[in-house]
């Protein structure tokens, strides 16, 4: 069980009540990941959804060639491994640990079944990811084009 005060301030979780922030913080654990550390792989399967508390996360994607490149950086409050809720359940991109880093796991398939018992926290948690999807497929839009003509 982690502490209400680490969940509230995350983005993915913001407008979530404490009572409704209660059993994600029941389901949820802390972990700790050295600078360098990889915390999955791009097409891993996806079992947890983060939120970073300390530290930082660079996600990563392969451009070919055996060549990775950064598509955003996930600092304090960020949240990555979204596709531990939405199907078919395999990480996009890889999640590196750029410095120490300490993270909230929140396991997914926990986190869809509470989804499925309570439809409020399920609407907000899926309106949050809709955001942060979104701005990070812009963001990787125009990092892959200043990569193309750059």
């Known amino acids: 069980m982690v502490p209400l005060d680490l969940l509230r ?6 407008g979530l009540s404490d009572d409704e922030l209660a059993p994600i913080a029941k389901m ?7 600078a360098g550390d990889l915390v999955f792989d ?21 451009i070919g060639r055996g060549r990775q490149t950064v598509v955003d950086t996930i600092i304090p409050d ?31 398939e926990e986190l869809r079944g509470l989804c499925v018992d309570n439809c409020r926290i399920c609407h907000t948690i899926m ?5 942060i999807i979104s701005a990070r497929l ?13």
């Not at 949820?28 to 050295?34: D, E, L, V, Y």
């Not at 812009?138 to 750059?150: A, C, E, F, V």
């Open 28 to 34: 949820s654990h802390q972990q700790t990941f050295c």
């Open 138 to 150: 812009k963001d990787t839009r125009i990092q892959l084009i200043s990569l193309m003509y750059g």
């Open 9 to 14: 301030t995350s983005e993915v979780f913001d």
């Open 78 to 108: 960020g949240s990555f491994g979204w596709s531990a809720l939405v199907p078919p359940y395999f990480y996009t991109g890889a999640a590196k640990c750029l410095e120490p880093t300490q993270v909230l796991v929140v396991p997914g």
């Open 127 to 131: 309106q949050r990811l809709a955001s």
């Open 42 to 62: 791009e097409n891993d399967e996806a079992k947890n959804l983060y939120v970073v508390t300390t530290g930082r996360v660079g996600i990563l994607i392969d």
